[in-house]
């Protein structure tokens, strides 16, 4: 039988902290199997989950991590039992009132993506707030995907485009790859817009929907660990697993 002890010396001994992944977008999935597999109702495990975001946004800052793109809530969400949708609407409540000053005590700024004027006003407005509070932070930007969908945000992005073409600001034959990143809900992050690496837990491999512009190149790295259960322990295993990739960019590897 091989020890956890011994797997974790190993992840430390690999890890190359000259090449940490400068953003890292994870799909925080398993929540309610955690839940489900304690007897507990699904709320306790996005309960435990928002925890596990606390712990892995500090252990994301200090390994220098420049962007951390949470996907929080799709567009798809909405399809959930009211009562879980209340509760997951509560969570930034709940987590910003409590956190705000560990996230400026680390320098961490917050963004957000997704459509957040169709949250409840008080989410909205603590959402807000948290940007506002921590917009002078200069370290690693905590950037969450509130009511976010992939596809929405394409077509969002397309829309403006089209705007832009049709009042002359813009040609047709001038959009390209640069045009469509700038109105994309990241353009405002620039070279940092798209992840390095994307994890996702719980053992699906899937995108649901997540960043499909933005991850064109990235790294998927999926791991069997339920949400609740990730830590910054796991965060340096997938990253040492990154590190162990060799990205091309579609073109030849460097011998
Ligand atoms: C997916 O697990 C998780 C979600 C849809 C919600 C994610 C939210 C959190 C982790 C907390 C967010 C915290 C803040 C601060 C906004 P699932 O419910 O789909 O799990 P399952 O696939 O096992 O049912």
């Known amino acids: 039988m091989f020890s956890k002890p011994k797997e974790k010396a190993a992840t430390e001994q690999m890890l190359d902290l000259d090449r940490i992944p400068a953003h890292i977008a994870i799909i925080m999935d398993g929540n309610g199997r955690w839940a489900k597999a304690r007897h ?76 957040i004027s169709a949250l409840p006003a008080p989410t909205q407005k603590v959402v807000n707030q948290a940007i506002a509070d921590t917009a002078h932070c200069t370290g690693m930007i905590l950037n969450f995907a509130l009511n976010y969908g992939g596809r929405d945000e ?39 817009a798209d992840p390095d690496l994307l994890i996702r837990t719980s053992g699906e491999e899937r995108l649901s929907n997540f960043m499909l512009w933005q991850l064109a190149y990235s790294e998927f790295v999926f791991v069997d660990q339920h949400w609740p259960d990730f830590d910054g322990e796991s965060l340096k295993a997938a990253i040492t697993t990154f590190q162990g990739r060799h990205r091309r960019f579609g073109g030849l590897e460097n011998k």
Do not use: C
């Open 40 to 115: 507990l109702p699904r709320i306790a495990g996005h309960q435990q989950g928002m925890q596990t975001v606390k712990k892995v946004t500090i252990a994301a800052s200090d390994l220098g991590v420049k962007v951390l793109t949470l996907y929080a809530f799709s567009t798809e969400n909405w399809k959930r039992p009211s009562s879980e949708v209340n509760f997951l609407m509560q969570l930034p409540i709940k987590f910003f009132d409590t956190f705000v000053p560990d996230l400026i005590k680390n320098n961490v700024r917050v963004m957000v993506m997704g459509d």
């Open 154 to 192: 394409i077509i969002r992005a397309t829309k403006a485009i089209a705007k832009r073409v049709q009042t002359g600001d813009l040609t047709a034959d001038n959009v390209d790859e640069s045009v469509l990143s700038q109105a994309m809900m990241t353009g405002s992050l620039g070279d940092l």
